[in-house]
Every structure is written in structure tokens, then in C-alpha cells.
């Protein structure tokens, strides 16, 4: 049984791919006849795990991603009108449309989620018009890896590029894309996803993990802190594993567990489940009580309040170097190894939002030696993060695809993934 791997593109070759493809779908009308087109430049922007911290970004929490080296890549070139005109290698049909004809409920296909972005950032005062565009990625699709938020926000980056907005150099710019990029998912496509996966695609920076706190009112500085991430420093790196387990958020079930937490919030008084603490925890379940014949709420509380604690003290354990005074120790990584499975459990048990493939593909890499394991993303399916000693990364995968064809389900796909750059101009 062997592994199947699936690499990144290097910088070079995502940007030439999309350059080519450029040329072969729009032309220059120039007095020779149409030639070729050429882009104004070349975008990308990562897509991303999130080490901790999950479904805790509507909820007010912390979250703690770092960025993929796999990416989405555009090459683009504005137009002086509204239209927008896209191609992407992972579609079969090209998509068009007026930008004036954009808002919510009007925009469907992929297209909501690029043409969503320019529809925020003229609702936000941006003088933004039409482009056209391809769009070529190397981010597993639908593994809960944030592919949607990389093609958003690869567009985004792009726009305040060519547009001049200047919003791509500092963080504080950068979370103004952000909003953009999140408004289009929400209300243009129609996902009612929380802000993690943008925030990862545009403030991520190589060898760092972004710990990032939602609460409201926060300054750009304040909500997205890096983090330096050195596992390999410890003798350690992150194993991603794609389940192959179909993942959809814009079905109910994202929107449901939403729902429990704004109604949980509401019946303790509180504006978001991150006023109560672990240690106020008992007191708020018994208060929840009356309201929740068959428990729900109080678990899916249960699991937000401990998952913000978790992801504090795993995100605190990082800066440390994952040991004392930065040396790494084993005490240390052991206990990055139970945060990790400790969240895991809590998201199977209490969030129920696991599926059999994400639950096999944990107890795999832990029994194939991991130090410790969970699902990432918003779940129902999707991929899974295993922490692995660097001399055991291809045990552990074997292991886990061992495990899978044993139990008949399709082959899951393995990916390295180092802490990469966010979005920004690759040509
Ligand atoms: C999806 C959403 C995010 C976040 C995660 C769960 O990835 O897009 O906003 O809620 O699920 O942590």
C-alpha cells in the first residue's frame, strides 16, 4: 500500500500556468487582428489548516491557522466597463456577468465568489469595475482546506492591485480585504462561514502560525497576532490528510450549529458564547438546562467555551517554542499532541460534526504514531492534521491509507504542509 501525496506547485509554475492560460482565452483586439492577451499581472493566495480553534470564529473565540504552500492562482487584466469575464481550469463552463447586476440572491456558480469580492469593495466605497480573469489552483477542493476562501481572496489581493486601493501592504489593509472577502462568501455566495478562512488566506506569513481572535471591536493588531511556528525545530511537522469524504458548508448543517450558539448565547444574556469562561462553564450549562430538553445546546456550548481555552493554551505553548525558554521539550509536545486530540473528541462527541472517514483517519495516525490528531475545518467530511515526529510521517501515512483500504473507503490524499505565505503578486 502506498501513499498518495499531493504536492504543491512551486511560486513559478502556478503563475506560469495561469499566464499561458491567459493568452489562450482572451485576446487583444489590437489593428492586426486579435493577439494573444496579456494579463496585467499574476495573484495567488493559499488555502489553510487551522491547527486549533474550531467553530470558534462566530462565536467571538481564537482560532490558530497557518497557510498551505497550495494556492490559487488568477492572471487578470481590468476592463474599463462592468463585466466580468472568468475561465478556470477546474471548470468546464466560463462565467460572465455585469458587475451592477451582482447582490445577494442574484450571483450563482463560482463566480459569486470572485465576483462577490469586487461587489463588497464597491458596497465599501471602492472604485472597483469589470476584468477578466483565469483561474487555475493546486488547493484540494471541497477537503476543508479553504479552497472558496483562496480563489476570494486571490481576487481580492488582485483588485487592490490593479484597481490602486492600496489595501494589500499592511495588515490593517489587508483586514479590510478580509471583510470583502468574507461579505461575498456570506452574502453573494451564500456560505454563512465566520472569517477564519479569509483571515488565514490574507495575514498568514511563512514559518508562522496567525492566532487570531474574533471578539468585536478589536484593531487589526489586536485581532491577528503571529506566532513563530517552528516545528521542524522540534523534530516535528504537520501531516494533512484529505478523508475524500464529500464536504459542503452550504448545506444546513453549518448554518444549524450557528443557530444553536446564537440561541445558546441568547438564553444566558451574553452576546457571543466567548463571555463565558471554563470556569463559569458549569453554571452557564445548568442555566442552559431549562431550555434544552435534549442537551444540544449544552454541548455545542460546551464545546465552543473549551475549544477557545484549548486553543489559548495550544497557541501558548507555540510561542513558547514548544518547550521552555524555546527549547522544545516532550512534555511540551505532549501536550500539543492531547490539545489536539482533546479538540478532536470535543467536535465528534459535543459539535457532531465528524464523519466516520475524519474519525478513522485520527484514530489511524494516532495509532500509526502521531503525537496528536484532529479534523480541521468546518467538518461533515473533509481533511484531518496529525502532529508527527519528522521519522514517522510516511508510517503514519501508511498507516492511515492502510486503515482506509481495509475499510473499503476510497483513498485519502496526504499533503506536507509548512506554514506559507498569504495572498499576494506573484508576476
Ligand atoms: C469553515 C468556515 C470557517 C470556520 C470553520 C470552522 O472553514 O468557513 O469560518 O467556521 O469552518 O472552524
Not at 504543491?8 to 492577451?37: I, K, Y
Not at 511556528?229 to 444549524?256: C, K, M, N, W
Not at 446564537?262 to 463565558?276: K, M
Not at 465528534?348 to 490528531?373: F, I, K, P
Amino acid at each position: 500500500m502506498s501513499a498518495q501525496w499531493l504536492p504543491a506547485w512551486s511560486r513559478e509554475e502556478g503563475a506560469e500556468r495561469v499566464r499561458r492560460q491567459f493568452s489562450a482565452t482572451f485576446h487583444d483586439d489590437g489593428e492586426l487582428g486579435p493577439v494573444p492577451g496579456t494579463a496585467d499581472g499574476v495573484w495567488s493566495a493559499p488555502g489553510r489548516v487551522n491547527i486549533i480553534g474550531e467553530h470558534t470564529d462566530y462565536n467571538a473565540g481564537l482560532c490558530l491557522p497557518t497557510a498551505l504552500p497550495h494556492r490559487t492562482y488568477i492572471a487578470l487584466e481590468k476592463r474599463a466597463d462592468d463585466v466580468v469575464r472568468l475561465a478556470s481550469a477546474q471548470a468546464d463552463e466560463p462565467w460572465t456577468a455585469r458587475l451592477s447586476d451582482v447582490r445577494p440572491g442574484e450571483a450563482e456558480g463560482w463566480g459569486a465568489y470572485v465576483a462577490g469580492v469586487a461587489w463588497a469593495l464597491r458596497e465599501a466605497g471602492y472604485p472597483v469595475t469589470g476584468f477578466d480573469a483565469v483561474v487555475d489552483s493546486c488547493v484540494p477542493f471541497g477537503a476543508s482546506l479553504s479552497s472558496s476562501a483562496a480563489l476570494g481572496c486571490a481576487f481580492a489581493i488582485a483588485l487592490s492591485d490593479v484597481f490602486d486601493l492600496g489595501l494589500g501592504d499592511d495588515d490593517a489593509g489587508r483586514t479590510v480585504l478580509v471583510a470583502a472577502a468574507r461579505r461575498a462568501e456570506n452574502e453573494i455566495a451564500g456560505a454563512p462561514t465566520g472569517g477564519l478562512d479569509q483571515s488565514a488566506a490574507l495575514l498568514c506569513a511563512p514559518g508562522q502560525a496567525l492566532l487570531l481572535d474574533f471578539r468585536p471591536g478589536l484593531d487589526a493588531q489586536e485581532f491577528a497576532q503571529h506566532v513563530p511556528f517552528d516545528l521542524a525545530a522540534a523534530g516535528l511537522t504537520l501531516l494533512v490528510i484529505d478523508s475524500r469524504a464529500p464536504h459542503q458548508l452550504v448545506d444546513g448543517q453549518y448554518a444549524e450549529r450557528r443557530a444553536a450558539c446564537e440561541a445558546a448565547a441568547a438564553h444566558l444574556g451574553v452576546d457571543s458564547l466567548r463571555r463565558i469562561t471554563t470556569d463559569g462553564l458549569d453554571d452557564a450549562l445548568a442555566r442552559l438546562a431549562p431550555h434544552d430538553a435534549d442537551g444540544t445546546l449544552r454541548r455545542r456550548t460546551r464545546h465552543v467555551v473549551t475549544e477557545t481555552a484549548r486553543t489559548a493554551e495550544l497557541a501558548q505553548l507555540v510561542r513558547g517554542g514548544l518547550g521552555a525558554d524555546g527549547v522544545p521539550d516532550e512534555a511540551a509536545v505532549a501536550q500539543a499532541g492531547a490539545l489536539m486530540n482533546a479538540s478532536h473528541a470535543s467536535l465528534r462527541d459535543d459539535y457532531e460534526v465528524t464523519v466516520r472517514e475524519t474519525d478513522l483517519a485520527v484514530d489511524a495516525s494516532l495509532a500509526g504514531g502521531a503525537v496528536g490528531a484532529r479534523m480541521t475545518g468546518g467538518g461533515f467530511g473533509g481533511s484531518t492534521i496529525a502532529l508527527v515526529r519528522l521519522g514517522d510521517v510516511e508510517r503514519v501515512a501508511e498507516h492511515v491509507a492502510a486503515a482506509f483500504a481495509e475499510a473499503g473507503l476510497t483513498a485519502p490524499a496526504f499533503l506536507t504542509a509548512p506554514p506559507s505565505a498569504a495572498a499576494g503578486r506573484d508576476a
